[in-house]
């Protein structure tokens, strides 16, 4: 089914206008606790809608006011190495953007490239190198979505980042800045690959975000994001890297993340 389509077919279930998209990684899953849900759509419930494989991903889509601003949260993600293309993933971020939200804040867990990162530190996202996935942009172009050849000279909103910075200061848990670079997955990186990240100017490394960001900036929609370093990555950290211990250290950075966002939607609304 057509986008369009798919949109339809949920709208009525829309109880408002979202002005503010948040995508909730890994340990942000309990953030939409605190908050009275006013709708839940469920994936499953889409007719051609991505759903996801992963444990531990819940997915819905969320309607909430958070200190009063309409907001759609997306609890639970897909990713590129389920499966699916990068079109694919990147529909339910366009479904957001046709349910009427101007702002889009992405969250991800992470492994931190920068040597002066620490496990458990989170990182505001300045811009990301996507050279290693393919674009979502990829075939016909959606001309009632964006144009063909979207600028990225400024794919994270300068002032909406800064006010993610000022939302860490002021919730009293200061951030870092950096590049992300998204990888396919699932696997983790070698070594080898690290270093190469670093040298090409990359300070974390994931698997999702970049492309939904680009998929948002050719809609024109502002993009900030913010990345939860759960492990400092490959050939840095002593001993394998484990999902299990990237998830455990997620859930307990959960409370300081949940805090900045919190901290942080009030003033992207406004910036
Ligand atoms: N690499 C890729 N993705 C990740 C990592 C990592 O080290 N940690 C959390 N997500």
Known sequence: MEIGGIYE??????????????????GLGNFADSYEIKAKINYNEIEGFPVSTVVGHA????????HDIPVVIMSGRVHYYEGYTAKEV???????????I??????????GINLSFRQGDL????????????SPLIGKNDESLGERFPDMSSVYDRILTRLLIFAGEKAGSPVKEGVYVQTTGPNYETPAEIKMFRSLGADAVGMSTAIEAMAARHMGIRVCGVSCITNMASGIAEGPLSHTEVASIAGRSGEQFSKLIDTAIPLISEG
């Open 59 to 66: 997915g819905c889509y969320l309607f909430t006011y958070i």
């Open 102 to 111: 101007d702002r889009l804040i992405l969250t991800n867990s992470a492994g």
């Open 90 to 100: 990147v529909l339910p971020i366009r479904l957001m953007g046709m349910m009427g």
């Open 123 to 134: 990182m505001v996202i300045t811009d990301h190198i996507s050279s290693f996935v393919p």
């Open 9 to 26: 077919s949920i709208k009525d279930k829309i109880p408002f206008k979202p002005k503010i998209g948040l995508v909730l990684g890994s």
